[in-house]
């Protein structure tokens, strides 16, 4: 069965810390990897991931994707309030387009 | 920009009702989606299209129906309600249906309790 793990399910930070998230799979047919940062409402995209050990990068946070060990992780630097969210990751399979979700990680950054 | 728009923004239904979710999207997407978000479990498909005309089931698709009669629209049918779909409900699309290298993007979902 294919299965999207992520972890911490939670985290509680403070200002300026960095954090990293991570994102484990099992799933048939792989095709990219997608993480998303979810506030109150719609799911935002953050970064699609393809090709291994190339570093996606915007602004504080960056991700990578590791093929061969069938995780992801994301990193955010000098985190702020603002940073606040569950982060989800997800899984595309074959070339369906269809997503495979993770639970979330919910980061709480406090001032 | 609209992007994808959702209505209602919730609602409660009594169960045994049926109620229909719309999702209506502005940026010419071949491919839509439903999801369901729960608590622990994330989020789940439940019905997807790849085109105008044609439809699939997703991970969850009990209960639910859809029709993709254009390009721009793509609602969602609960037939008769039941306390279990109670959720929240996302509507996403993406362009290049099948390709699977462009990224879903997200209405501000239905919240639906159902009593």
């Known amino acids: 069965e294919d299965k999207v793990v992520q972890s911490p399910l939670s985290l509680v930070v403070h200002e300026g810390d960095t954090v990293t998230l991570n994102c484990s799979y099992e799933?048939?047919?792989?095709?990219?990897l997608l993480w998303y940062k979810q506030e109150k409402k719609a799911p935002t995209f953050l970064f699609m991931l393809?090709?291994?050990?190339i570093e996606k990068k915007s602004g504080r946070l960056s991700s990578i994707l590791d093929k061969k060990e069938l995780f992801s992780i994301l990193n955010i630097t000098a985190t702020q309030t603002g940073d606040s969210a569950v982060y989800l990751c997800?899984?595309?399979?074959?070339?369906?387009?269809?997503?495979?979700f993770g639970q979330g990680t919910t980061l709480q950054v406090k001032p | 920009t609209a992007g994808i728009t959702q209505a209602p923004t919730s609602q409660i239904l009594a169960a045994g009702r049926s109620m229909t979710l719309r999702c209506t999207q502005d940026?010419?997407?071949?491919?839509m989606y439903w999801y369901r978000q729960d608590l622990g479990l994330g989020l789940r498909l439940i019905h997807y299209?790849?085109?105008?005309?044609?439809?699939g089931k997703g991970e969850v698709p009990d209960g639910y129906s859809v029709s993709r009669a254009n390009t721009d629209d793509f609602p969602l049918t609960l037939a008769s309600a039941v306390p279990s779909q109670t959720s929240v409900y996302f509507c996403a699309s993406s362009d290049q249906a099948g390709v699977g290298d462009q990224p879903q993007h997200f209405g501000d979902g239905t919240r639906l309790s159902i009593l």
């Open positions: 393809t090709s291994s050990g």
């Open positions: 799933v048939t047919n792989f095709r990219s």
């Open positions: 997800a899984v595309v399979r074959g070339n369906t387009g269809k997503l495979i």
């Open positions: 940026m010419r997407h071949n491919a």
């Open positions: 299209s790849n085109t105008a005309g044609t439809t």
